[in-house]
């Protein structure tokens, strides 16, 4: 359904004096699609008038809210719950919004200098990105959503950055970096050809195979962090906790998880 079938079907229920139901959606949300608005990636509410902003009741399992100065206000009455944030958009801000962002060295030297920007999503800046190109590209940032950086590109992203969720910290010299962002099974044709000594971003569901070794696995992952879920043989899931300096999300057992 088109987000203009969406708005009809929601006045045509109003008129009718039935009750709405909830509005889902695993996407982006723009507008009022509805009184109640569950499970969305992104409601993007900008530029949409207060009094329509007022018609909703309550917004709950957003990824990110975004209003602007117009409509703060109706926006502050408006019940949301477990939203990884809530952000007024300032009118001289350009907006990114992308489920997996990668910023790389030559992706910023093509940018604009002094961008006042809103990133929303996964941010991956790459090891290359160095903190005076940072300095240079962006005057003013927020984050909404799990930010990724080495050391020193946070640390001069950081004297200019509103960040809204989890931030994962890199070594400067992090070597090879692999990312999950949705679900990866990590068996032993897989991990033989991983580079050795690898940092492992779980941000989705990883799953170790019962025929992974202990050895091939200690030789593999030199680092893990777990923002999603990690399903792993006991002595496996050990190790990998271990080798853990992020752990936001869950480790649990071979055979005791839903698949």
Do not use: W
């Amino acid at each position: 359904m088109s987000e203009n079938e969406q708005t009809q079907q929601h006045q045509e229920t109003e008129a009718g004096g039935q009750p709405e139901p909830a509005m889902g959606a695993t996407g982006i949300v723009r507008g009022v699609a509805g009184r109640h608005v569950t499970a969305a990636g992104v409601v993007d509410l900008r530029g949409v008038p207060p009094e329509q902003v007022a018609k909703i009741e309550s917004i709950e399992a957003a990824g990110a809210v975004l209003g602007d100065e117009g409509n703060r206000e109706a926006l502050g009455r408006v019940q949301i719950r477990a939203a990884g944030g809530v952000v007024i958009v300032k009118p001289d801000y350009r907006v990114v919004m992308a489920p997996n962002l990668e910023l790389s060295r030559s992706m910023l030297e093509a940018m604009p200098a002094a961008q006042k920007i809103v990133l929303v999503g996964i941010i991956f800046i790459r090891p290359e990105v160095t903190p005076e190109l940072i300095a240079q590209k962006f005057e003013a940032v927020e984050v909404v959503g799990i930010l990724m950086a080495c050391e020193r590109a946070l640390g001069a992203l950081f004297g200019r950055a509103e960040i809204t969720g989890p931030t994962i910290s890199l070594p400067d010299d992090v070597g090879p970096v692999v990312r999950s962002i949705g679900q990866s099974r990590l068996d032993t044709g897989y991990l033989e050809r991983l580079a050795d000594r690898t940092t492992y971003l779980n941000v989705g569901q990883t799953i170790v195979a019962d025929d992974v070794s202990e050895d091939l696995l200690d030789r593999k992952i030199l680092s893990y962090h777990n923002v999603g879920q990690t399903v792993a043989p006991r002595n496996l899931l050990d190790l990998l906790k271990a080798r853990c300096p992020t752990n936001l999300g869950d480790f649990a057992e071979a055979g005791q998880h839903d698949d």
